[in-house]
């Protein structure tokens, strides 16, 4: 969709409309979410998350992009949280990381 299938846009008066394409340059709608996007991906990438999947859908599926992106981003941030506990090697039963003994089968760990 571009400015020109918008129907917010139509429905202005048409200096508004002409005066809102002049000062775009004839960027579109999408160009400018296509811009925002990759900025809020760049934060991403500095933050230390992986967005090579997230700057695929960037090109895939703009319409969709802030939540699917945002489910993928929550999906890393589920991870790491995981990551600060660790499975006991005996039966993988999800421990905190300072426990010192397997609650489940007993393991000591300190
Ligand atoms: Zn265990």
């Not at 895939?60 to 790491?80: G, H, N, T, W, Y």
Request: aromatic share 8%; glycine share 6%.
């Amino acid at each position: 969709m571009n400015l020109a299938d918008d129907e917010d846009f139509q429905g202005m008066p048409e200096d508004v409309r002409n005066e809102i394409l002049q000062a775009f340059g004839g960027v579109t709608r999408d160009d400018l979410l296509r811009e925002e996007y990759a900025h809020q991906i760049e934060a991403w990438r500095t933050k230390g998350f992986d967005v090579a999947h997230i700057e695929h859908l960037l090109e895939e599926d703009l319409p969709d992009f802030r939540e699917r992106s945002a489910r993928l981003i929550r999906l890393q941030v589920a991870k790491r949280a995981d990551s600060g506990r660790y499975r006991c090697p005996l039966c993988e039963v999800r421990l905190e990381s300072t426990a010192e003994e397997c609650g489940n089968c007993g393991a000591r760990f300190s």
